[in-house]
């Protein structure tokens, strides 16, 4: 695709009829997923007493799974693709429950370990198609806001999941596989609302090029294999992928070693440090939204690089308060709860300010399951990667120094990493309007 115009179409989009809704509808499977991706380790100590288990064994499943997810994540973005977004998520996200409850029954080691793997495959089915439907449901100018709620309340209920597994881990022998007949019960229910609730919009429904033929241009320009290729063809893709590497660093190190690095090296009680780690989760949950509703801004005010500031500034407030909070401050756990919550408000708010519109921004409406799925395979390979790496660094150097490398210098080659966006993120977001431009102008012919 090569870029004609200049501009970007400026004309509202009509608000797509029930997209609330849908939203709320998607939500409720969310939850159930973030909840249900939190089972197996939140309520292994009860499950490793049941079935006579040790530490191992949870690394096999925990690895094994998520090598599912990387296979499998791919697979359900292109189906949702190529297929009902809807049918996809009624059967991956919905029915797939079914396994997630069986675990509940699970007799044995190797039984709960096929069972968790099998269901690992449907815990990745509801990402990508649901981020696509939200880009139809929602013009770019609005996407950040609907992708920070969305993200927002997942963070929440793992929060909330957590404490009801923890419960359920202290009641002898069942209480382990109520939670997940639980769990799966109600990943099977969320199948059932998608049913009676859902209404998947026209691939295209919110783009001001075609919104008003997006049904005609959904039957005419479908899913094929070369859209596939063509992803790896637009640069803001491929470079959306290269800055995780600089990204990514960060998360895994917090949530793997801040709790120890509280405890080993300010002299935090063990319950002190997880009530710190709590408040980067809840500013982190908190900035998802802020987040999505500064990158809306940013976009009304600049398209062409307005999300792009944001992360960039996002990104240099994480890093300078990184660097005093893992570097320079002391005191008592107030302090430092405190300080958590303010790291936490800019944590989280690329996704939803910036790399999840920008993704529906430069790929076609029929190709943007499999878009979406494909940057969080990335996600997922370079998250091993550094998890691997990051736990060798560890018993090489101090905590503090670990997080001085993976937090603060990491956060700050990522802002700059984000330089190498401005040369072509709008040139790829004007190829993708002509392109629509083109299919409106044959479809009106």
Do not use: C
């Not at 963070?155 to 009641?171: N, Y």
Request: proline fraction near 4%; aromatic fraction near 12%.
């Amino acid at each position: 695709m090569t870029a004609q115009n200049q501009e970007l179409p400026t004309a509202d989009v009509p608000a797509v009829k029930g997209r609330w809704r849908n939203v709320v509808t998607l939500a409720f499977a969310g939850v159930v997923d973030a909840g249900e991706d939190q089972a197996m380790s939140s309520m292994f100590p009860a499950i490793r007493a049941s079935l006579n288990m040790t530490t191992a064994h949870l690394g096999t499943i925990t690895s094994l799974g998520k090598i599912m997810e990387m296979i499998f994540g791919p697979i359900w973005g292109v189906l949702a693709d190529r297929y009902s977004r809807k049918r996809i998520l009624i059967i991956g996200s919905g029915l797939w429950g079914l396994w997630t409850l069986l675990i509940g029954f699970s007799a044995s080691y190797e039984m709960l370990l096929a069972l968790r793997v099998v269901a690992a495959i449907g815990l990745v089915a509801l990402g990508a198609p649901m981020n696509s439907m939200l880009t139809d449901l929602f013009p770019q100018k609005e996407r950040g806001k609907v992708f920070g709620i969305m993200r927002m309340i997942s963070t929440l209920a793992v929060i909330v999941s957590i404490l009801f597994f923890g419960r359920m881990a202290e009641i002898p022998e069942t209480g382990w596989r109520i939670g997940f007949i639980t769990f799966g019960a109600l990943s099977m229910l969320s199948g059932l609302i998608f049913a009676l609730f859902l209404t998947e919009p026209p691939r295209g429904g919110a783009e001001a090029a075609i919104y008003d033929v997006a049904q005609k241009s959904e039957k005419k320009f479908a899913f094929s294999w070369q859209s596939v290729a063509s992803i790896f063809r637009v640069p803001t893709n491929l470079l959306l992928i290269f800055e995780k590497i600089f990204g990514v660093p960060v998360q895994i190190t917090i949530l793997t070693f801040a709790v120890t690095w509280l405890v080993d090296e300010r002299g935090f009680r063990p319950g002190q440090a997880t009530t710190v780690l709590t408040g980067i989760i809840i500013g982190s949950a908190l900035s998802t939204l802020i987040g999505g509703l500064l990158g809306d801004w940013a976009e009304r005010k600049n398209p062409r690089f307005g999300r792009l500031f944001v992360l960039q500034g996002s990104r240099t407030m994480m890093a300078v308060l990184g660097y005093f909070f893992f570097q320079q401050i002391s005191g008592g756990m107030i302090n430092f709860f405190a300080f958590a919550v303010l790291f936490g408000l800019f944590m989280d708010m690329a996704f939803p300010a910036a790399i999840a519109p920008m993704i529906a921004a430069v790929n076609a409406p029929e190709q943007r399951s499999t878009a979406y799925a494909v940057n969080r395979l990335a996600n997922g390979l370079i998250q091993a990667a550094i998890a691997g790496i990051v736990g060798i660094v560890g018993n090489q150097i101090t905590l503090t120094n670990l997080f001085f490398w993976a937090v603060t210098v990491s956060l700050t080659l990522s802002v700059i990493s984000w330089f190498a966006f401005y040369p072509f993120y709008h040139r790829d977001r004007m190829a993708l309007n002509d392109l629509l431009q083109k299919r409106k102008a044959e479809l009106v012919e």
